[in-house]
């Protein structure tokens, strides 16, 4: 939370002293309605808003969180449970690489989206699996195609 405070109190500064700099812009006969100084005014106006909109946000989420603490103290997870989550997740990732090179990459991401995805907690459903499609498939278009980074392709795949 303070973090988000001294952030926003920083924006506002900037905000202040950017509109000052920019009142300062001298009116010209060539000017239209808005003027040089219309734009970067504007700006500054917007630059304050988002500084006083970080502020409200982070005061009302502290609020919200203090009141949640005072309903319900909350005990977090022992630090075995984390170590075997992290196991967990570890072990997926391996077993991710070991079957990255027999199935290929898009066909082992989807794998991989929808291991992590049950792990987590989520119910294996439609919805989840259209999820993993189109995520292996995004990832599969950014590195693949849009970067040409080659992937590797599934073992029994003719090579071209």
């Known amino acids: 939370m303070k973090r988000d405070l001294i952030c926003a109190a920083v924006l506002l500064a900037i905000a202040a002293g950017y509109f000052a700099l920019a009142s300062g812009i001298g009116r010209s006969a060539l000017a239209d309605e808005v003027g ?6 504007a700006y500054a106006v917007l630059l304050a808003g988002l500084a006083i909109g970080l502020a409200l946000k982070t005061t009302l989420n502290y609020g919200l969180a203090l009141r949640a603490a005072a309903a319900a103290p909350a005990e977090g997870p022992s630090p075995g449970f984390v170590l075997a989550r992290a196991a967990g997740t570890l072990a997926i990732g391996a077993a991710y690489v070991i079957v ?10 989807i794998l991989l989206l929808l291991a992590m995805a049950r792990y987590q ?40």
Request: a positive charge; charged letters at 5%.
């Open 100 to 109: 990255v090179s027999l199935l290929g990459y898009w066909l082992s991401l």
């Open 36 to 41: 040089p100084a219309g734009l970067p005014l």
């Open 121 to 160: 907690g989520e119910i294996f459903s439609r919805r989840l699996l259209l999820v993993s499609v189109a995520g292996a498939t995004v990832f599969w278009l950014l590195f693949a195609w849009l970067l040409g980074i080659p992937m590797p392709r599934p073992w029994l795949a003719p090579v071209s």
